[in-house]
Structures are given as C-alpha cells and as structure tokens.
C-alpha cells in the first residue's frame, strides 16, 4: 500500500539555520514524490517534484530509493518559508492518485 | 484568468440540510479531485473524475456525491449533512502530481 510518513508536525529553526524536513514513503514499485507548500492563509501549491530535479526558493529534494525518503532542504532558513509542508506520492504510470503525509508546519523564527 | 475557484469558503449549516460545494476550473485539465483534510491531519481523496460523465470514488469513504457534465464543473453533493462531515474539502485539478488546489471549503455541521 501506498503510504507517506512526516515524522515531525512541527520544526522550528532561527533564520540562516539549515532545514531538513523529513519524508519517508512506501511504495511497491517506482513512485513519484512531491512536495507542496502552503503558506498561511493561501492556497496548498505545488512546491517541486523529484523527476524535475530542480531548485524551488532554495530547496531541494532528492530521492533515495536505498531509505525510500525524499528529505527536503534548505541551507539557510528564511521567515518567510514558515510555512506547511505536505510530502506527496504518486505511481509512475497510468492515472495513479496523489497520496498526503500529515504534513509538518515550518517555523521560521528571526 | 486560469484558475480553480471554490464556493463557498465558509459554510456553517444545520443537520439533515442538502449542501453542494461547488468547484470550478478554467484550465481545460480533464482530472479533477476531491480531498478531505481534518485538522492536523492528510488530505485524503474522497472522489475524482478522469473527464466529463467519469467519477470515480477515492481511498476514503464518502457520504457525498460528485458529478462531472462540464470538462470545467466538478459539485459535490451532501445529500443529508451530519456533524461527522464537519471537515475542510479540498478541489484540485490537473496532471498525476502537479495538482492546482482551490482555496477550499471548511464546512461545519451542527
């Protein structure tokens, strides 16, 4: 069965401090794995994706398929990335639906 | 402009009423989605479409209803509302993973 775990509901870090918000999945086959954002008082948004292998506001995401995780990190925290974050998963092929961890909250203090 | 619009964001109804929670978009995505989020906790697919006259039910059981006769309209339907449908829910459109999501609806029942 698909399933995604966040352990920590919350994390609070200072300013400049690195992040790492952690994500661990599981998944029989080849998934792909998301990241969404929503800051408050807006809507949930798409944050980066692994296939892209991109950069988003600093973060960044890799796959491991060793510890099947998809940590995402950032090496200086900014406020305004205070913020709820949702790791997601996906099948690779085929209409395959979109599976939520708990979500953790980011707490970026000055 | 493009987007995904949801009615209304806030709904305070009495026990027993018909509601219909109405979603919109104007992208042109065939998918589109219904997720169920209590707070603190994942959002949990409720109903999706493939396209027009396709719904489907998602992982977690619903008491509501969907339908799809327009590519861009995507209602769901509470026919007899309950305290225990007390929940925000969530439209979103779009391909496997890069949904877009609505501002939502935060329902309560008493």
């Known amino acids: 069965a698909q399933r995604v775990t966040q352990p920590e509901k919350l994390l609070s870090v200072f300013k400049g401090a690195p992040v790492e918000l952690k994500c661990n999945y599981s998944?029989?086959?080849?998934?792909?794995l998301f990241w969404y954002v929503q800051y408050s008082r807006q809507r949930l948004q798409l944050l980066l994706r692994?296939?892209s292998r991109e950069s988003i506001k600093g973060f960044t995401a890799d796959l491991n398929k060793g510890e099947t995780s998809f940590h995402l990190k950032k090496p200086f925290a900014q406020e305004e990335d205070s913020a709820m974050y949702y790791c997601?998963?996906?099948?690779?092929?085929?209409?395959?639906?979109?599976?939520f961890g708990t979500g953790t909250r980011l707490l970026v203090s000055p | 402009e493009a987007d995904i619009y949801q009615t209304p964001r806030y709904l305070v109804i009495g026990t027993g009423k018909k509601i219909t929670l109405e979603c919109s978009q104007t992208?042109?995505?065939?998918?589109m989605y219904w997720y169920q989020q209590d707070p603190g906790m994942e959002l949990h697919l409720i109903h999706y479409?493939?396209?027009?006259?396709?719904?489907e039910k998602g992982d977690l059981s619903s008491e509501s209803t969907v339908s799809r006769i327009r590519t861009e309209h995507f209602p769901l339907t509470l026919e007899s509302a309950r305290p225990s449908h007390t929940s925000q829910y969530l439209c979103?459109?779009?391909?496997?993973?890069?949904?877009?999501f609505g501002s939502g609806t935060r329902l309560t029942v008493v």
């Open positions: 997601a998963l996906s099948g690779p092929t085929g209409f395959q639906k979109l599976v």
């Open positions: 979103a459109s779009g391909p496997r993973g890069g949904y877009t």
């Open positions: 992208m042109g995505h065939d998918k």
């Open positions: 998944y029989s086959g080849s998934p792909e």
């Open positions: 479409s493939y396209g027009v006259n396709s719904t």
């Open positions: 692994h296939i």
